[in-house]
C-alpha cells in the first residue's frame, strides 16, 4: 500500500522515539492501535451498507425491467 521498506520503517521508529520518548511509546501504541481499530470497524461497516444498498439497487432495477401482470381482456363479442 505505502511500499515502505525496512530502512525506512526503522528511520519512522527512531523519529518517533525521539520525538515521545519511550516513556510514552507503549500509550501511543495503544492509542494507534485502538484508532486501527475503529477504521477497519468503520470500513466494514460501510463496505457492509454499499452491499445492502447494492442489492436492493438490483432488485429494484429488476421490478422494473419485469413487465407488470395485466389480466386478459374479456371479450364478450361486442
Do not use: C, N
Not at 12 to 32: A, N, Y
Not at 38 to 52: D, G, N, P, T, V
Not at 54 to 68: F, G, H, K, M, V
Request: hydrophobic residues 40%; without cysteine; neutral net charge.
Amino acid at each position: 500500500m505505502f511500499d515502505v521498506g525496512g530502512g525506512e520503517l526503522l528511520l519512522i521508529v527512531l523519529v518517533i522515539l525521539l520525538l515521545f520518548g519511550p516513556k510514552h511509546l507503549p500509550e501511543l501504541s495503544r492509542m494507534l492501535g485502538k484508532g486501527w481499530r475503529q477504521l477497519q470497524k468503520a470500513q466494514e461497516e460501510l463496505r457492509h451498507q454499499l452491499r445492502e444498498l447494492s442489492a436492493e439497487l438490483a432488485d429494484s432495477a429488476e421490478r422494473r425491467s419485469t413487465p407488470p401482470m395485466v389480466p386478459p381482456s374479456r371479450h364478450d363479442g361486442q
